[in-house]
């Protein structure tokens, strides 16, 4: 079964630091999002992605996030000075028409320290 | 706005026992989508179904059983004859549509602890 696939799994940075977290989705899926889950909170929503642009996101996606889809596979999220409020288990989504099943990666959990 | 209230916060059963998670949502949207999610203690978000709005016919899957109730805004989800491994964080989701911004909007979830 095609899976959304998501590098690496656990990531531990500085505050400050720039961070990259990398996903690879379902190859035929045309929409794309992140999520992001504090621990023991719910899942929120932080950006959508269709056409090699941005077409939706939340007030939590500031300007020290941004995405990028630089190679037409990967799918990635940046994060340019991590604060420690970042640490949150972070997960990427693909979707398609018609596809039955909005399909999660299995998260990055981020640590901040 | 959409919301969705997943009132229980942890819920513990028995083995064998029944079990209901009980899903509300609002949306002032016609077309919408109803998703439940299983997060077993391994962190992943694991699909368990999706439902639109046009289709209130009930659904079963094994153990699993969903009622979509369009006129109280629910989607209730039961698992019938509870197992261990059922014991995770359940997710009742909506989204508007399956277009380009159709980000699901999360419950708060509900701990389900199955004890043998």
């Known amino acids: 079964e095609p899976e959304v696939t998501q590098t690496p799994s656990h990531q531990v940075t500085q505050m400050g630091q720039e961070v990259i977290l990398r996903c690879v989705p379902i190859?035929?899926?045309?929409?794309f999002y992140w999520y992001r889950q504090i621990l023991g909170q719910k899942v929120e929503f932080l950006v959508s992605?269709?056409?090699?642009?941005?077409?939706?996101k939340s007030e939590i996606f500031d300007d020290q996030f941004s995405v990028e889809r630089p190679d037409g596979s990967n799918f990635t999220l940046k994060i340019r000075s991590t604060k420690l409020e970042d640490s949150a288990m972070y997960f990427c989504?693909?979707?398609?028409?018609?596809?039955?099943?909005?399909?999660f990666g299995s998260g990055t959990r981020l640590t901040v320290v | 706005a959409q919301k969705v209230t997943q009132a229980q916060t942890e819920i513990s059963v028995v083995e064998k026992e029944d079990v209901t998670l009980d899903c509300v949502y609002e949306?002032?949207?016609?077309?919408?989508?109803l998703f439940w999610y299983k997060q077993p203690p391994s962190g992943e978000l694991v699909f368990l179904i999706r439902?639109?709005?046009?289709?209130?016919q009930n659904e079963i899957s094994g153990r699993y059983s969903w009622n979509f109730q369009k006129s109280t805004s629910s989607f209730n989800f039961t698992i019938t004859a509870s197992q261990v491994v059922d014991s995770a964080v359940y997710f009742c989701?909506?989204?508007?549509?399956?277009?380009?911004?159709?980000?699901?909007?999360f419950g708060k979830g509900i701990t389900l602890s199955v004890r043998p």
């Open positions: 989701a909506l989204s508007a549509s399956t277009g380009a911004n159709s980000k699901l909007t």
């Open positions: 949306t002032r949207d016609t077309t919408y989508y």
């Open positions: 190859s035929n899926h045309l929409y």
């Open positions: 992605f269709y056409n090699n642009e941005i077409s939706e």
């Open positions: 439902r639109n709005s046009f289709d209130e």
């Open positions: 989504a693909s979707d398609s028409p018609g596809n039955y099943g909005y399909t």
